[in-house]
């Protein structure tokens, strides 16, 4: 055990690991890449799928069941399938991490509209509030926490899963555990999931900050109130 730790040290000291096409901080800003834009997708297409389930309470039931489909399709098989069609290039894997990060999107969207007060809305109502200042000035405000622990879910399981790319002979930190494997190099695979789960850990940090930062400072102190 302490030689193979030893080894996973050497690996990472090794200057040649950082430099190049192969380099450490190629495969990072490579990885970066796929998971940013994945997650950034997954948020466009299911963010307005939320907030409108959850606004008209229409269609909740249909949504989630569709999305717990979505996340019970397997990545591999995805990727597989895409790139059986469309040949030799990224798309396969945006779309799997992709159709994997809109399901977490979603639901917690459509949580974070039902937990608002009901008593809340019908105020906003009686003070003469159209459909869309209810949205955006009232509901979307307080079920921001939900929303953003949804992103910040389904950035972590991109991240995880992006690994995929190098399925496909493409590049990200998934490059080490593949060529690992192939080679029988234990301490190149290990140095890849350490970096992946590194990679996830910061992102999850830097998400949990911003998070809060953008939580209003209502919620934050009531939340404060209510574990003191």
């Known amino acids: 055990m302490l030689e193979l730790l030893r080894q996973i040290l050497a690996w990472f000291t090794d200057p040649a690991r950082w430099a190049g096409g192969d380099g450490l901080l190629a495969r990072l800003a490579e990885h970066l890449e796929y998971s940013a834009l994945s997650t950034v997708a997954a948020a466009l297409i299911a963010l307005p799928i939320g907030l409108a389930i959850g606004h008209t309470g229409r269609g909740a039931f249909l949504a989630i069941n569709a999305t717990g489909f979505g996340r019970a399709l397997p990545t591999v098989g995805v990727v597989t399938l895409v790139f059986l069609v469309s040949g030799l290039s990224l798309w396969p894997v945006y779309i ?36 869309w200042q209810r949205l955006w000035q009232v509901e979307v405000p307080v079920a921001v926490p939900l929303i953003l622990a ?3 879910m389904a950035a972590i399981q991109v991240i995880a899963t992006a690994t995929m790319a190098a399925y496909v002979s493409f590049g990200g930190f998934g490059r080490y555990l593949f060529d690992g494997l192939a080679q029988r190099d234990l301490p190149q695979v290990l140095a890849g999931a350490i970096s992946v789960a590194v990679l996830a850990i910061a992102t999850d940090l830097l998400l949990a900050a911003l998070q809060r930062a953008l939580t209003p400072r209502g919620l934050r102190d009531t939340r404060k109130e209510a574990h003191a």
């Open 150 to 152: 949804g992103i910040r």
């Open 96 to 131: 799997a991490l992709v159709v994997l990060a809109v399901p977490a999107i979603v639901t917690n969207t459509y949580a974070g509209m039902a937990a608002v007060p009901p008593e809340l809305r019908d105020a906003a109502r009686g003070m003469g509030m159209t459909g």
